[in-house]
């Protein structure tokens, strides 16, 4: 049973990522791209979450740690430069 959950949200997870690929792709803007980027970040996270659940290994937990620290840090540096032009002052 817990085979069918993990593909139906394996799926969704997906979908989700495909459309955020799309809004990234189509974006008008710098800031719309950079709001696709986050929700991307995020559905990445859980897709490793749910692989890690798939495989029964913790490893993958601690990549999705690094992967969310690395993700924020990213999204404050990219809106950092559209607001400012610069990162660091």
């Known amino acids: 049973m817990i ?4 593909a139906f949200a394996l799926s969704c997870v ?4 495909l459309l955020n690929l799309a ?3 189509i974006g008008p803007s710098a800031t ?3 709001l696709a ?3 991307m970040v995020i559905n ?5 979450i749910l692989y890690g659940v798939w495989q029964s290994s913790p490893m993958y937990f601690e990549a999705v740690l690094l992967l969310a620290m690395v993700g ?3 999204t404050v540096a990219y809106c950092r430069y559209i607001l400012h032009g610069n990162v660091i002052e």
Not at 3 to 6: F, G, N, P, Q
């Open 3 to 6: 085979e069918y959950a993990l």
């Open 44 to 48: 990445s996270i859980s897709l490793l």
């Open 32 to 34: 719309d791209r950079i």
């Open 37 to 39: 980027l986050d929700p």
């Open 23 to 25: 809004r990234l792709a």
């Open 72 to 74: 924020f840090i990213s």
């Open 14 to 17: 997906v979908l989700g990522i």
